[in-house]
């Protein structure tokens, strides 16, 4: 009866070769999301964590969804946040970036009417329709509304990869992190397994793709007449 073949030595090493190299293209992404935004974020918990926040031109609030039309608790708690910064004086114009390629969806719209509910002036407002992924969002601020020094608002475990995002978008962008999904453990960890895949193709489309928005748009003044106001 014939023994069993063992791999050779040179087989056992290429694959040993083949995992590490594995292991570091996955870890490549997060490790890159990481380091960008390591010094320029804030989870917005505690009594003082505005003053850790630096001010800057405008919030660029990115979308999370809508239930019944109205924002979903992620999305609520964003707007809260944009809206602290705003009463603060930290910021002077709010960009609401989401998801209207259906007529019957409209996160911009339904940002705004919750922050003007929160007494944010429609006149700080500027809301950007195609906001459809993180990058577009923060490539869009820059190059179709002329920004250049926002306040990221999302989630905290989005932080990292929004930050980095928009700093390699060319935005001097920090980052003010919403912590209440802690309250929910089964929601926070099917996002972070998420933001696993999602910071590998965030990763692809900033730095090995360098991809244009799904629409880029024409050169919109509203942002920069705000600004030029206050």
Known sequence: MRGKVRPSRKALRRAYQGLVLLSVLALAPMTWAWLGSSAHRVTAEGAGWLARVPEAQAALVLGAGLYAGRPTPMLAGRLDIAADLYHAGKVRAL????????????????????????????????????????????????????????????????????????????????????????????????????????????????????????????????????????
């Open 95 to 230: 960009l609401l970036s989401g998801d209207n390629s259906r007529p019957d969806y409209d996160e911009p719209t339904a940002m705004r009417d919750y922050l003007r509910a929160k007494g944010v002036p429609d006149a700080v407002m500027v809301l950007d329709y195609a906001g459809f992924d993180t990058w577009d969002s923060c490539v869009r601020a820059r190059e179709v509304f002329g920004a250049e020094r926002v306040t990221v608002v999302t989630q905290e475990f989005h932080l990292p990869r929004a930050v980095t995002l928009c700093r390699t978008a060319g935005l001097a962008a920090f980052g003010a992190g919403d912590d209440s999904a802690r309250r929910w453990a089964a929601t926070t960890y099917a996002y972070a397994a998420r933001e696993l895949l999602a910071t590998g193709k965030a990763f692809a489309d900033a730095v090995v793709l360098r991809s244009d928005p799904v629409f880029p748009g024409p050169r919109e003044v509203s942002l920069s007449r705000i600004l030029a106001q206050r």
